[in-house]
C-alpha cells in the first residue's frame, strides 16, 4: 500500500440525499452544517448537478443558482463538485453546443469549481464540448467511466477510455460505479492497471446498495486510488454511498489516513441525523433504501430500476410477471448493444423488456425511446446492436453515425427570445434554467418573481 494520504468527496449536499429522499434536503437544512463542513478538509463537497436542479424548481420552490451562490458563500474554502450529463446537461436529451457551454461558464461562475461529465453510453463525443468548456473557465475537469459489465466491458476497455479522456484533457477520471456492481477485487485490478497507464488521479465512485461498497473502497486504497466518495452516516449506505466515518475510522494510522478528524464529522453528523429522521417522518424517507440488495448483483440491475420495473407492472395488474421482467432484461440490454444502465438507458431498457413480457411477443411494441436509442440518436453504442431487432424497431431508417449534438442548431437565443415574449425571467441563468426545463422554470419563475415583488412592496411600505 502506497503512502498517500486517500482524498475524500462528501456527497452528503447531493447524492446521498438523491439516492435516498428523491433529492428532497432543501438548502434551509444545509445552511447550519455548512460553515463546519468547510473546515473538515474534504478533497471537495459533491453539492450540485444530477437530479437537484430540476427538484429544485418543481418541488422546493428554491432557484438552483441562488442555492449554489449560498453553498459557496458558507463554504469559500472547499472545492464545490457537480454531476453533469455530458451533451443531456442535466436534463433528459441533448441540447445545443451554445447550451452546455454558457451552462458550464455559468456554473463555473456561480461557484462550481469540480464537473464530474458522464454519457450514459461513454460515447467520448458526447463528452466533448462540456469537456472543453470546462478547461475554457478554469474548472477542474473530471469526466467519468459509466462502470459496468459485459462481453465488451472489461478491464481492457475502461483503460482504453480513461487513455481517450486524459487525451481530451481530463484532470482527474473518475469511475462512477453507479449501481455498485464492481467488486472489491474488481476494483483493486482496475484501479493498479488505470494507475500504470494513465497520470491523472483516480476518483472512485460506488454505492451501497449490494453490500459491497466498504469493501470495494479498502481495496481500492491498497490499489492506490487517490479519492473516494462517501456520505456522512445519517444519509450513507443502501442506495447511498458508504460512511465517511466509517471510512475514516478504518484508515487511521495506516498509510492512507485521511487526516479528516472523526469528532467534527460525527458533530456535522448529529445535525444530518435530525434532517433525516424529519425526512423519514414527512414520509420522503423510505427506511427500504437502507436494506442491502444482492439482485443488482444476480441481474445487473441498479435499484431504482427495479422498483421502476415493479411498478410498471403494478400498473398493467401483471406483478406475477416481475421475474420474466428481470430476466428479459439482460435480453434486451444485449439486442441494444449493451449499453450501461444508468440515466436515461436504464429507463429505456427496462421499458422495451415490460413491454416484450406484457405484450408475448418480443418488440412487437416500440416506444420512441428505444427507437431513438437503436437510431443513435443518443450516441454509439458500446457493441453491435441485433440487426433483426434495430430493422423492426425503426425499419429502413438511416441509423445517426456523426456525434449526435452535430445535428442541433445553436438555441440559446431563440430560448432568451421565447422568455422576452412571454415577460419571464431575468437573469442569463434563468435562461439556461428555462433551456432545460421550460414549463418547470416557468411556472417557477411566476411563483418567485410574484413573491419578489411582494416582498419589496413591503419594504417600501416600511420605509427601508
Not at 67 to 79: A, S
Not at 363 to 384: D, F, N, T
Request: aromatic share 6%.
Amino acid at each position: 500500500m502506497e503512502n498517500k494520504k486517500l482524498l475524500i468527496t462528501d456527497t452528503i449536499l447531493r447524492d446521498a440525499h438523491q439516492s435516498q429522499a428523491a433529492t428532497r434536503m432543501k438548502i434551509e437544512d444545509m445552511i447550519p452544517a455548512l460553515e463546519r463542513l468547510n473546515e473538515i478538509g474534504y478533497w471537495s463537497l459533491e453539492c450540485w448537478g444530477g437530479a437537484t436542479f430540476d427538484v429544485c424548481m418543481r418541488f422546493l420552490n428554491e432557484d438552483p443558482w441562488e442555492r449554489l451562490r449560498t453553498l459557496k458563500k458558507y463554504m469559500p474554502d472547499t472545492k464545490l463538485q457537480m454531476l453533469f450529463r455530458g451533451q443531456n446537461i442535466l436534463g433528459y436529451k441533448h441540447y445545443a453546443d451554445d447550451v452546455v457551454d454558457n451552462f458550464v461558464g455559468k456554473s463555473i461562475e456561480n461557484g462550481i469549481e469540480v464537473i464530474r461529465i458522464f454519457d450514459a453510453l461513454n460515447d467520448t463525443r458526447n463528452l466533448e464540448q462540456a469537456i472543453k468548456s470546462c478547461k475554457k473557465y478554469g474548472g477542474i475537469c473530471e469526466p467519468a467511466l459509466s462502470y459496468t459489465e459485459s462481453p465488451v466491458h472489461n478491464e481492457e476497455y475502461f483503460v482504453k477510455l480513461a487513455k481517450e479522456l486524459e487525451q481530451m484533457g481530463a484532470d482527474v477520471i473518475c469511475i462512477k460505479d453507479m449501481a455498485n456492481l464492481l467488486l472489491p477485487f474488481d476494483a483493486y485490478s482496475l484501479v493498479k492497471k488505470l494507475k500504470e497507464n494513465v497520470n491523472v488521479p483516480i476518483h472512485l465512485h460506488t454505492h451501497n446498495t449490494t453490500g459491497t461498497g466498504d469493501m470495494v473502497y479498502l481495496m481500492a486504497a491498497q490499489a492506490g486510488v487517490d479519492i473516494v466518495d462517501t456520505a456522512l452516516s445519517p444519509l450513507a449506505n443502501g442506495t447511498a454511498q458508504p460512511s465517511t466515518e466509517a471510512l475514516v475510522a478504518t484508515l487511521n494510522g495506516t498509510a492512507r489516513d485521511t487526516g479528516l478528524d472523526l469528532e467534527k464529522l460525527s458533530d456535522i453528523a448529529g445535525h444530518f441525523r435530525k434532517v433525516a429522521d424529519k425526512m423519514k417522518a414527512d414520509g420522503i424517507l423510505d427506511p427500504k433504501v437502507l436494506n442491502v440488495d444482492t439482485k443488482t448483483l444476480l441481474y445487473q440491475v441498479p435499484g431504482g430500476m427495479l422498483s421502476n420495473l415493479l411498478s410498471q407492472l403494478k400498473q398493467a395488474n401483471a406483478e406475477d410477471k416481475y421475474y420474466d421482467a428481470l430476466a428479459e432484461v439482460p435480453r434486451v440490454r444485449k439486442d441494444f448493444g449493451y449499453p450501461p444502465l444508468v440515466t436515461p438507458t436504464s429507463q429505456i431498457v427496462g421499458t422495451q423488456a415490460v413491454l416484450n413480457v406484457l405484450s408475448g411477443e418480443r418488440y412487437k411494441m416500440v416506444p420512441k425511446e428505444s427507437k431513438g436509442l437503436l437510431r443513435g440518436e443518443y450516441g454509439r453504442l458500446p457493441a453491435e446492436v441485433d440487426a433483426e431487432v434495430r430493422k423492426k424497431a425503426i425499419g429502413e431508417e438511416e441509423v445517426i453515425t456523426c456525434r449526435p449534438a452535430d445535428l442541433l442548431e445553436p438555441e440559446l437565443e431563440k430560448y432568451a427570445a421565447e422568455m422576452k415574449e412571454k415577460g419571464i425571467g431575468k437573469s442569463e441563468e434563468d435562461v439556461l434554467s428555462y433551456a432545460l426545463f421550460p414549463q418547470v422554470a416557468e411556472k417557477f419563475f411566476k411563483v418567485r418573481d410574484a413573491e419578489d415583488t411582494v416582498r419589496n412592496l413591503v419594504v417600501e411600505d416600511l420605509g427601508c
